[in-house]
Nanobody, 120 residues
Framework: QVQLLESGGGLVQAGGSLRLSCAAS????????MGWYRQDPGKQRELVAG???????YYGDSVRGRFTISRNNAKNTVYLQMNSLKPEDTAVYYC??????????????WGQGTLVTVSS
């Protein structure tokens, strides 16, 4: 079984920064893609950023230039550095891992989410 545990959410003022972390646990040999999504109540979950095991990155339009995703393959951990935060960034942020090879083959593993609140 593979589990994801997020940390680093909290309350920050507009213009501030936060860093989210997500660690995958279990018997893991490799993870193809790791990423972050977010969801506001009443809205659909949206892509924030993703990163492949080769280091290729992609971002949602609303965060490009402000957020940076990175990962440590040896630690099966992904990070999201969020700068210049805006009130509209307020949401629950979810970590995702796809194509996980370990004691099985897992698609779309999700963390429990961490709340980010940006005050104006």
């Amino acid at each position: 079984q593979v589990q994801l545990l997020e940390s680093g959410g909290g309350l920050v003022q507009a213009g501030g920064s936060l860093r989210l972390s997500c660690a995958a646990s279990g018997r893991i040999l490799s993870i193809d893609t790791m990423g972050w999504y977010r969801q506001d109540p009443g809205k659909q979950r949206e892509l924030v950023a993703g990163i492949t095991n080769g280091g290729s990155t992609y971002y949602g339009d609303s965060v490009r230039g402000r957020f940076t995703i990175s990962r440590n393959n040896a630690k099966n951990t992904v990070y999201l550095q969020m700068n210049s935060l805006k009130p509209e960034d307020t949401a629950v942020y979810y970590c995702n891992a796809d194509r996980v090879v370990g004691d099985g083959y897992y698609r779309d593993v999700w963390g429990q989410g961490t709340l980010v609140t940006v005050s104006s």
